[in-house]
């Protein structure tokens, strides 16, 4: 077993949610050795023609990734990786938090045809493809932003890819939509958090809307321009925003969320053309962060 591996713990954790192999289309060469190749060029970003022999042909180790993050395998094995920690008591619910991250786009990243993918094989689109492919210039060159959602154990619930000129208050609702855990002794699937923290760049009344109406309790300072503004329109500005300073304190974990997803190069620099396939590359590490465990 090479650095950076799956375990024998964590393998025993990840197969069951694994696509059977041995289906229509022939055998797939080893789930776990592939996975390792590419758990490998997500760790180190090296360019897939360049992986090691160890974990078989390179075009194999990229298709497979490719296929998957395509037709949603990653996004369902995710979801079961969820369902288990859940499960184990293992996802801390007190709070969550949102945040997001930029990642500047290596030139790699750029050219991507115009003509919309498919899935191989069949006739849709990738299901997170996105017509800009998440990529958006600033003075800093093309960028893409991840945001995400993080639970007190400093692992991520939720993911999403937007370009990376995009504000962050319009990304909370679409974030919170994405959680969904589903409860392996039945039940509706959980998606509300017992509380809720963000900083300054979510403070919106749209937002504070949702959450009041989804009956989540937030800690989310209110920006000095919007408590003047809220002030001066006397009783119509409303009522203060509350705010824990205690709660606060714990948004760091979110913060150090993202410093481990970006522990993987391949996170941390994007080279993915498509946008749905850096979905997949971030997919992937979020679900080795929770094998970890």
Not at 52 to 68: I, L, M, N, S
Not at 142 to 150: F, P, V
Not at 170 to 176: E, N
């Amino acid at each position: 077993m090479g650095r950076g591996d799956l375990t024998d713990h964590e393998w025993a954790r990840l197969r069951p949610h694994l696509p059977k192999s041995g289906q229509r289309g022939g055998r797939w060469a080893s789930h776990r050795r592939v996975i390792n190749g590419i758990l490998f060029r997500q760790r180190t970003g090296v360019p897939w023609r360049d992986l090691p022999a160890r974990f078989g042909k390179w075009k194999t180790v990229y298709e497979r990734h490719r296929r998957w993050s395509a037709d949603g395998t990653w996004d369902t094995v995710f979801a079961g990786v969820l369902a288990d920690a859940d499960a184990e008591g293992c996802i801390d619910w007190s709070l969550v938090s949102v945040d997001s991250t930029s990642c500047r786009a290596h030139q790699h990243a750029a050219g991507a045809r115009r003509r919309p993918p498919r899935v191989p094989g069949k006739r849709r689109t990738p299901r997170q493809h996105r017509p800009d492919e998440g990529l958006g210039r600033s003075r800093g060159g093309l960028t893409c932003k991840i945001h995400l959602a993080g639970e007190g154990g400093r692992r991520p619930l939720a993911l999403l890819i937007t370009p990376g000129q995009w504000g962050d208050a319009p990304q909370l609702i679409p974030v919170m939509e994405r959680i969904r855990v589903v409860r392996l002794d039945g039940g509706r699937p959980r998606t509300r958090p017992d509380h809720l923290g963000g900083d300054k760049a979510y403070s919106s009344r749209r937002n504070r809307r949702y959450l009041r109406r989804r009956q989540i309790k937030h800690t989310i300072p209110e920006p000095g321009n919007q408590r003047a503004n809220r002030k001066r329109r006397g009783s119509r500005g409303g009522r203060p925003a509350g705010f824990d300073r205690t709660v606060y304190k714990r948004r760091n974990e979110v913060e150090r969320t993202i410093n481990a997803l970006k522990h993987f190069r391949a996170v941390a620099t994007r080279f993915d053309k498509r946008a749905y396939v850096f979905q997949g590359t971030v997919t992937v590490v979020a679900i080795r962060l929770w094998l970890r465990g």
